[in-house]
């Protein structure tokens, strides 16, 4: 599976794992990496993480995403409406 952040990012994806298919083989190991694309040109795609690093920096990611929605649940749930009314505030009719 080839995915990137955009139309060039995907097609520079692609392409890279086209030409260097060979070089990304490691027997019995699931292959990846994290490639860097020039917009507007699929062959500037160049290795910056490779598949080791890659795993490593999609865990780091699903970490923060999990932390961050931790947070904003916690918060969302913590933080009052405008419309709510402050109890300590009375009407003076």
Do not use: F, N
Not at 18 to 47: F, N
Not at 61 to 85: H, V, W, Y
Request: aromatic share 6%; charged share 30%.
């Amino acid at each position: 599976m080839c995915a990137g952040l955009g139309e060039w990012g995907t097609s520079g994806a692609a392409w890279y794992l086209a030409t260097h298919w060979k070089e990304l083989d490691e027997p019995g190991d699931e292959i990846g990496c994290v490639v860097e694309v020039e917009m507007g040109s699929d062959q500037s795609a160049r290795m910056i993480y490779d598949s080791k690093e890659a795993a490593e920096l999609a865990l780091r990611i699903e970490l923060a995403l999990r932390i961050t929605t931790k947070a904003r649940k916690g918060s969302t749930s913590a933080t009052p409406s405008r419309d709510t009314e402050d109890p300590k505030k009375k009407k003076h009719s």
